[in-house]
């Protein structure tokens, strides 16, 4: 990662600009926070550096995690400003190399989840594969298929990047590759939009069942996005989680669903290949949907009500973590601007994919600092709860 480790730096007036980068305010360790932080905007991006006193008494420069910019360079660019403008007094750094080269075409291919949540691609057909492990069968289908779109997800990010470099070896254009947890991607997808989905071998969790790709809310997500005749298709060296899963799938209703047992597919994916020279049985469940389903409608601008009261927020700070049902809130860390504005540091939403974010407050007003929360359940639920929580209620 990016860093610059510095002796001494002077903190300069802000805000400034320098080349495209503006630096906008300093913000000081409040509650439960060590490091100094720089607000700052790129081309409408707002982002924060970290200043981060080490055990030797010097400082190290870096990007913050949760609002990073990329690509690295604009990183690079970001900390070398900042260091030109605070006069650094540089020990070491690994940023000497700045290149401008483009993105690999291969990266954009790797889509971010906002990607899809904000403009989900409507264009065309969409087929997922769901854990593609070496993406032996999604590489395979997607060269075979070139008018469909095709949506990888994994969270092995080797294999991502495995995947990643084979795209650009053979050319494709229409798989799109994602890390992100398939339980909770679906809930992205528009309606009656895909034609198959297909998760072949998932692992089985038999000793944490609640980690299954496969529960009764993915089915109903998942005939959700389904178009009308098209299917869910599950592959499993697992008895165990056939059975598990045949319970689930017989509580749909209007679907038909097509049980096989030991058929060879058009390409065995890696996994199949080891079962078979097993002699494992391999049984496979197609759940065919047969009804279309409502369009997928949430809209939520993220928005806070007005009127925060900065002292009642830093004597009321909780840092407490506070679980809900379906969703968490964790107050994490307060930074202080000025007399007028604190930062808040904090986690939220879904156990499994949970949003780290920072909020700006700025007399009554309150806004995320950089971009809002991704658009899921959990997040509009934790939303509300961190709008109530932070109102005093
Ligand atoms: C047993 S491997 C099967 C890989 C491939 N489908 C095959 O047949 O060779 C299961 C894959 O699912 C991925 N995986 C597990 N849980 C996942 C989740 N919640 N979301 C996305 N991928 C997941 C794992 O990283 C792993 O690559």
Known sequence: MPHIVVKDYKRFTVPVKKEKFDFLWFAEPLINAKEKLVGAIYEKTPFLITLKDNKRGETVIKSDKVTRLSPTTVVKKALKNFCELAEC???RTNISQISDRHL??????????????????????????????SGRYLLYQAKNNPDTLFIGIEIHRPSIEQVLK??????????????????LFLE??????????????????????????????FIQEAKRVLKV???????????NYFDYSLELFLEQNRVKLEVTKNIKPPITSKYEDRWRRLQKDIYDIRMVNLEKSAPLKISFGFDFEKEFDIEKIIKNFDSKPKVFEDYFVHFERVYKI??????LRLSFGNF????????????????????KPVLSKANIEAHKKIEELLHGK
Not at 107 to 131: Q, Y
Request: net charge positive; glycine share 6%; hydrophobic share 35%.
């Open 188 to 217: 992205f997808v528009p309606s009656n939009i895909v034609g198959k989905i297909f998760v072949h071998f998932p692992v089985p969790w038999d000793k944490k069942p609640h980690r299954r790709v496969i529960s009764k809310k």
């Open 166 to 183: 084979q795209i650009e070896i053979q050319k494709l254009e229409n798989l799109y590759i994602i890390d992100y947890d398939a339980r």
């Open 89 to 91: 007094d540089v020990i």
């Open 229 to 239: 005749g098209g299917v869910l298709e599950l592959r499993t060296d697992s008895k």
């Open 338 to 343: 000025d007399e007028n504005r604190i930062l």
């Open 352 to 371: 499994d994919r949970p949003e780290h974010k920072y909020i700006l407050i700025e007399g009554k007003n309150a806004s995320y600092f950089s971009k």
């Open 104 to 133: 690999k075409k291969s990266e954009e291919f790797l889509k971010t989840i906002e990607f899809f949540a904000d403009n989900f691609p409507k264009n065309r057909e969409v087929w997922i594969e769901i854990g593609f492990g």
